[in-house]
């Protein structure tokens, strides 16, 4: 036996080779090129959302959205992967924590509520969608209306994910996107911004070409941060596949849940959220019996990882933090189990035996 924790999306080889001849048709290999559009209008259809701008990754996502909405400063969440927070320190903006909600794993509104009423001098909230389960977007716009501030969601895990009939990314002024091969869609590297504002989405356009204006003069200055037709070719021919590798994960995810929900703690997904499959987070919060876990997997070749480790309000604890109990908690607990497209659901039923065996 020998489960992955991760296995990135393989494409095809002979789709992606005629995408890559059609790229030396056009003698044209970046800058905005034909399947830069093309893929840019598959997405928007596909996550049924407007003003996709896809970027080189998704950690300049996050830094080309902060700049194009004019923020220096945010409250975020200290749980989830570190270029959520390292991004923003990287370009200087000022960063605070707030806690989770030991249930979802997501910035917690009342708390976010209580820091902003503590210290209201932040431009922005920062939030992630962790393991692709939607944050409460509704309570999160209402304190951001209440203290009139912006918005940017961290949805990098959350491709896909819908509440009801609508995508995640339509919530907050803008969300971000990481194509990361580990990510459930990929372009080996890459990402995309989607702004609620057709403005803002022009404004990022000129950041991302080193701030060159449409018309060839000189803006704001900006960053290189373009994706470029090779890579954009990728996500084309993965993407053709995408419906069912979702549908794939998620069942997988669904079989973990049922398997282990009497055994050990899950995170609670929002009621209203569509499952993508990300990842598969359980929580341990004995510190023996998660290492009996970790080992009895890791001799069976199965990979696993304490993810999210550590909690971010530790690691850069020269920035303010409002409390940050339950990311501190959760962090030392939580595990992700191996979940990607090329598993079986015998694959998922080899991981709960042994930990039902050693639990
Ligand atoms: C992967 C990831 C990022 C960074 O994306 P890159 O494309 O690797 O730069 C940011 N935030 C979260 C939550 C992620 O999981």
Known sequence: MNILLNNPLQP?????????????????????????????????????VEHLLLVSNGTLALQVACKALGITSAITTPFSFVATTSSLLWQGMEVAFSDIDPESYNLCPTKLENALTEDEHF??????????NPCNVTEIENVAKKFNKKVIYDAAHAFG??????SILKFGDASTLSFHATKVFHTVEGGAIIFKHKADFEKAKQFINF????????????????????????????????DAIIKHRAELFKLYCDQLKNIVELPIWHSKASYNGAYMPIYIADSERQLKII???????????????????VAYDKQKSFGCFSSQKIALGAICLPLHSY????????VTDIIKENI
């Open 123 to 132: 431009d922005a909230i920062v939030a992630t969608h962790v393991y692709g």
């Open 161 to 166: 994910v819908k509440i009801g009939e609508q």
């Open 295 to 313: 080992e009895a997997l890791t001799g069976n070749n199965i990979q696993c990882r304490r993810y999210f480790f550590p909690s971010l309000d």
């Open 343 to 350: 598993m079986t659901e015998n694959d998922v039923l080899a």
């Open 211 to 242: 701030g060159i204006n449409a018309d060839g003069s000189l803006g704001e200055p900006g960053i290189n941060a373009k994706l470029n037709e090779y890579q954009c070719a990728v996500g084309l021919t993965l993407l053709d596949d995408i």
């Open 12 to 48: 095809d080889l002979n789709k992606l080779t005629k995408y890559l001849q059609q790229v030396n048709e056009s003698h044209w290999y970046t800058n905005f090129g034909p399947l830069h559009q093309k893929l840019t209008n598959r997405l928007e259809e596909y996550l049924g």
